[in-house]
Nanobody, 121 residues
Framework: VQLQASGGGLVQAGASLRLSCTDS????????VAWFRQAPGKEREFVGT????????VTADSVKGRFIISRDRTKYTVYLQMNVLKPEDTATYYC???????????????WGQGTLVTVSS
């Protein structure tokens, strides 16, 4: 697995962004994939996860109703659609892979390099 996260940028509050996480080695089709984020000076936070087949998707309460996680197995890519962005969503967003669907960061054994999202007020 080799994960590449992309799609971050600087946007105004209320805007939308779509992050992508692609496995360039095309090996994570049978793995759960999650998004985490970490803001400066804060601990890493779970954002959402999706099962290997896309049937199960879970998002954190802090983003529920605004963020949608999905995957395209044919493109070896997982997406995080972020709508109605708020300044408190500002963070570096990381994607990660686990053998099963879980909310626990410690169970994710491959991590991407992160993509920065900055939301201005």
């Amino acid at each position: 697995v080799q994960l590449q996260a992309s799609g971050g940028g600087l946007v105004q509050a209320g805007a939308s962004l779509r992050l992508s996480c692609t496995d360039s080695r095309r090996t994570f089709s049978n793995n759960a994939v999650a998004w985490f984020r970490q803001a400066p000076g804060k601990e890493r936070e779970f954002v959402g996860t999706i099962s290997w087949n896309g049937d199960t998707a879970v998002t954190a309460d802090s983003v529920k109703g605004r963020f949608i996680i999905s995957r395209d197995r044919t493109k070896y890519t997982v997406y995080l659609q972020m709508n109605v962005l708020k300044p408190e969503d500002t963070a570096t967003y990381y994607c990660a892979v686990a053998p099963w669907t879980t909310l626990e960061a410690g169970e994710y054994n491959f991590w991407g390099q992160g993509t920065l999202v900055t939301v201005s007020s």
